[in-house]
């Protein structure tokens, strides 16, 4: 997997994170998704936690190859 495609695969997933962080709590900054249980909202939602699953299954693939020397 090179770094390009991860890197894509990472930034895509933060925005789709970010967008739907935004329907539940609208005033919500990236910032505020590396500590969503201060919303309530957030952190009990499922699809939430969901796809922010998903977005730590891409970092840590991105640390597993980085590690591999890949």
Request: glycine share 6%; with cysteine.
């Amino acid at each position: 997997m090179n770094h390009d495609l991860c890197s894509e695969l990472l930034e895509g997933q933060r925005e789709k994170l970010l967008k739907l962080a935004r329907r539940i709590e609208p005033h919500v900054t990236h910032d505020d998704l590396l500590q969503p249980n201060d919303f309530p909202e957030l952190e009990n939602h499922p699809e939430f936690r969901y796809e922010e699953g998903v977005l730590h299954g891409i970092q840590l693939t991105i640390m597993a190859l980085r590690s591999d020397g890949a």
